[in-house]
């Protein structure tokens, strides 16, 4: 049963579903499809609502366009101090897909940067468009992620590239997310909605019981990890943090140049 009325309206979102697949798709194409607070309260509502909705089968979880899947917070929300006001939001979504009873697939169709990044990779399965870009950017603009946001990465890569990608805020061509693991397929962008199809009825053809029991079979591995929220980041940030280091770094982002963080250290 749906949780949602079918007259409910979101702002940040499109959601959809037919054919016995949910299609939620991040519709801030101007921002790149980067998320405030609202946003990630749609996502987890329209998250919610096709798990538990019984004539779905598959969620497919993308942005708008073509430039981007998600690059993570908006800049200019988390200047205005939207982490500091919503610190749990990040970490509830990544719940929500985990516990999500149906299979969930990213489909990547442009940048996959800081919170989309790890959006993706939280996702059962990610399907990307060969111009995708993948990676962190957190230490860059003063955005703090702790917790299983960060540690399941190493879970996908192995520690070393995890730490790379986390701590050096490179960033990844699609080929190469796919030779780490990170990405199940790689395709041409006329060819990601077909990919994804394809991918879908592969699934839909199978005992939804069965593949439920995997999913939670999979997850349980991790629940330890999920349950440890986010007491590192609580415990580490100074008080004055979201003041002086990360109004640095959006302030940099935001005029085009390098943060000087060397004044904190």
Request: neutral net charge; contains cysteine.
């Amino acid at each position: 049963m749906a949780l949602l009325s079918p007259n409910h309206k979101f702002s940040d979102i499109v959601y959809e579903t037919a054919r016995h697949v949910a299609r939620i798709t991040i519709n801030r194409p101007a921002q790149m499809n980067a998320f405030t607070g609202d946003t990630l309260n749609e996502l987890m509502l329209a998250i919610e609502d096709a798990g538990h909705n019984d004539s779905v089968g598959v969620v497919v979880l993308t942005g708008s366009g073509e430039r981007a899947f998600c690059v993570g917070g908006d800049v200019n929300w988390e200047k205005e101090g939207g982490l500091e006001r919503q610190v749990l939001e990040p970490y509830s979504l990544h719940l929500a897909v985990s516990r999500c009873p149906k299979p969930v697939i990213a489909r990547v169709n442009g940048y996959a940067i800081g919170g989309g990044n790890h959006l993706a990779y939280y996702c059962d399965f990610t399907i990307a468009a060969e111009h995708a870009i993948f990676g962190q950017n957190g230490p860059r603009v003063g955005s703090p992620a702790s917790g299983p946001l960060v540690s399941y990465s190493a879970r996908i890569l192995g520690h070393k590239r995890a730490r790379e990608m986390w701590m050096l805020c490179r960033k990844y061509k699609a080929s190469q997310m796919l030779d780490w693991g990170l990405v199940n397929a790689v395709v041409p962008y006329v060819e990601l909605d077909r990919e994804v199809d394809k991918w879908c009825e592969e699934i839909l053809a199978l005992s939804p019981t069965c593949v439920r029991v995997l999913k939670a079979s999979f997850v349980a591995d991790i629940e330890p990890m999920l349950g440890a929220g986010d007491s590192v980041r609580r415990h580490i940030l100074k008080r004055d943090f979201y003041e002086t280091e990360q109004q640095e770094g959006a302030r940099a982002f935001l005029e085009k140049r390098a943060p000087d963080f060397w004044k904190f250290r």
